[in-house]
């Protein structure tokens, strides 16, 4: 590609004059509000063309009038001297990926019709229409380029043989394990295939047939195999030891098997989520994933870059003496190194090590987390990461340094006044150090004590970082100091940190959470008396904990957490992982009831207590939230449940996400003001 389309010159010209007006001085910006979050624009994963010149990407906006959000294509040249929208409509298109001929760009998209599935399209980068070259009845959720630009390998659902559409709904028939997953309801019979698009005459024909859903695809670099990854076994459900397999991109071709092993070879749980599908060496020798820890760890253990021999065999682990956890794994031009990222203690940075475990290099600075990448030509590296006060946004990494290929975010940055979190050190009730993040709001003055909320991450092994969290600035705009604390239990600091908690909550991390909040009044930042605390997921939970723990609260926010674990058990989607940690509730009762000390315990909680959740979340179903809001009013504690209707477990209509933040601001401005 060499030049921009004229149907798209007059945005570029737009684009470039609005770059260079003048940002306001910082005394002239305005506070944060709640309406804000509507102009927060995110930035997606960035994938540079095969010749080096150019950078595409997502942009995804909020449509404030039809309470939904929406994404287009656009494309940066690497010098940073022109920017275009390459798509313009009213539906989505994401994921776009350069054919390796660099002619064309694919993407998915539903096109016209709203209630449509996502699709391939394809459109010349140069100029014209895009084109959409699939219509598959359940649609594209993933794809990959074969080498020779004229094949592609798609995943899409399909349905058992006999089990096509009911025109009137039947009754739902459940006889696997697991039978709900959050973001799609009860599970049917249909499972995700690979399917090879021959784009010459747009056939697709499918090329597995495996016990179990089928998903994250990469096509070998010689365009041999297609790698992609599964569970094996008479009953997949029963386990979570996720395997890489290849197959030859041919119909009839039979699968093999690459990895060995007991443990999560590949681990969805953080490759899937991460995009860190399975990745090739250059000379298709070798692949390249996420491998999770032993099973009976559940989440509480190490995920690290593993690499495999593409004939098969055990992996061998360049990054596991750092402690840490790694994602994203991608080989290097020459195949020497691999590229990932790497969290650590508050931060996550891209690095790169030898294949043979030496040579480590942290090729970004912490104090702001990386969450994707992408390695081009002659050395070239693109990276979307983000601080505590800027949005995720694209940049070239040259030299150690980052030059900002994306400004998605500039105006909304020019025009109001965004916090910075300080890193800060405290030390736990047995001696042990701990660090969290501290924001302070706008016009922060020494010696005066705020009002002062702990916000407490999910996870449950997951850390506060230095990431653009607009929570976080919009409660600080409104007066209040935020704190983030990470204590035992969090990632960031290696394993043994992660795990202490496993299957013994409470007994750790809420003594850590309350030596934030008696450190932070020692320091003389805190009001002891105008406390709150608060958390969504896994943070609910502690939350629910330490109020059901200490009194010295006024207020807290209470998101989608658990607190009856039997009440959990067969409702949400996660019994593979309960059972690692606390048994089986019939062979072992005290565990679960150990656990559930929030709810058998709230005739302790004084707290007033908002409860939030979504109505069709299947990882912490409703349930718990309804619970916890009973027995708080049964014992004549303040409390309110809110209930968000056709939502799961993360809040994404736009409308329902400002609610939950105007929410989270009166119930603290009742009770802490």
């Not at 973001?183 to 021959?198: E, F, M, Q, V």
């Not at 090739?280 to 999770?292: E, H, K, L, N, V």
């Not at 990882?619 to 809001?629: D, G, R």
Request: charge should be negative.
């Amino acid at each position: 590609m060499s030049k921009i389309p004229k149907r798209l010159l007059l945005l570029v010209i737009l684009i470039g004059a609005t770059a260079a007006q003048p940002t306001h001085a910082a005394e002239e910006r305005r506070r944060l509000t709640v309406d804000d979050l509507s102009a927060v624009k995110q930035v997606s994963v960035p994938q540079i063309s095969p010749d080096g010149n150019w950078v595409a990407y997502a942009i995804t906006e909020v449509d404030v009038k039809a309470d939904t959000h929406r994404s287009d294509i656009w494309l940066t040249r690497w010098d940073g001297s022109e920017t275009a929208q390459l798509t313009a409509t009213l539906q989505s298109e994401h994921s776009p990926r350069w054919s390796p001929d660099g002619k064309q760009l694919a993407f998915l998209s539903p096109g016209t019709d709203p209630e449509a599935v996502d699709q391939l399209w394809l459109v010349d980068p140069s100029g014209g229409e895009p084109e959409r070259v699939t219509s598959l009845p359940n649609g594209v959720t993933d794809f990959d380029w074969a080498p020779d630009s004229r094949r592609l390998v798609l995943i899409s659902a399909v349905e058992p043989e006999g089990s096509g559409a009911e025109s009137t709904p039947g009754p739902i028939v459940i006889d696997r394990l697991l039978f709900k997953r959050d973001g799609y309801g009860y599970l049917g019979k249909a499972r995700s295939r690979l399917h090879l698009l021959d784009l010459a005459d747009r056939s697709v024909s499918l090329l597995t047939d495996g016990p179990h859903d089928e998903i994250m695809p990469s096509f070998s670099p010689d365009g041999k195999r297609i790698a992609y990854v599964t569970k094996l076994g008479e009953d997949p459900d029963r386990h979570e030891n996720w395997d890489i397999l290849t197959i030859a991109p041919k119909r009839g071709a039979r699968p093999k098997r690459v990895t060995e092993g007991d443990r999560m070879e590949c681990d969805p749980v953080w490759g899937w989520s991460w995009g860190s599908n399975p990745a090739w060496s250059p000379d298709s020798r070798r692949i390249a994933c996420i491998q999770g820890g032993a099973p009976e760890l559940s989440w509480f253990s190490l995920q690290q870059v593993a690499i495999f021999s593409a004939k098969g065999g055990r992996g061998k682990l360049p990054t596991a003496t750092l402690d840490r956890n790694t994602t994203r794994p991608q080989f290097s031009n020459d195949g020497s190194r691999v590229f990932f990222i790497l969290e650590d203690d508050q931060s996550a940075v891209l690095a790169s090590i030898a294949t043979d475990g030496s040579g480590l290099q942290r090729l970004t600075l912490p104090g702001r987390t990386v969450s994707a990448y992408d390695v081009g030509p002659d050395g070239k590296i693109a990276v979307l990461s983000s601080t505590s006060e800027s949005p995720p946004e694209i940049s070239a990494l040259e030299d150690g340094k980052l030059r900002p290929l994306t400004r998605a975010n500039a105006e909304l940055l020019a025009s109001v006044q965004m916090s910075k979190a300080e890193a800060v050190s405290y030390p736990g009730a047995d001696g042990t150090e701990l660090h969290g993040l501290l924001m302070k709001p706008p016009g922060f003055r020494e010696g005066v004590r705020y009002p002062t909320v702990l916000r407490l991450h999910g996870g449950p092994v997951a850390q506060w970082q230095h990431a653009f969290d607009f929570s976080w600035q919009v409660i600080a705009a409104q007066g209040y100091v935020v704190f983030g604390p990470n204590p035992r239990g969090s990632s960031g600091r290696g394993e043994a940190f992660q795990k202490v908690i496993f299957g013994d909550w409470g007994n750790a991390d809420v003594p850590d959470v309350l030596a934030a909040a008696d450190h932070l009044v020692a320091i003389g930042i805190a009001d002891e008396k105008r406390l709150g605390v608060g958390g969504w997921s896994s943070g609910s939970m502690l939350t629910n904990y330490t109020i059901a723990s200490d009194t010295r609260f006024r207020a807290a926010t209470s998101g989608a957490g658990v607190s009856n674990m039997l009440a959990g058990f067969g409702t949400d989607e996660w019994w593979q992982d309960w059972e690692a940690e606390l048994g089986l509730p019939w062979e072992t009762p005290e565990n679960w009831l150990r656990v559930s000390y929030p709810f058998l315990h709230a005739d302790r909680i004084e707290t007033p207590t908002l409860f939030l959740c979504g109505a069709e979340d299947h990882n912490v179903p409703v349930i718990h939230s309804e619970q916890m809001y009973m027995a708080l009013k049964r014992l004549g504690v303040p409390t309110q449940l809110i209930v968000y209707p056709g939502q799961s477990h993360g809040i994404s209509r736009p409308s329902f996400q400002r609610d939950v933040l105007r929410r989270y601001l009166a119930w603290y401005d009742q009770w802490l003001r």
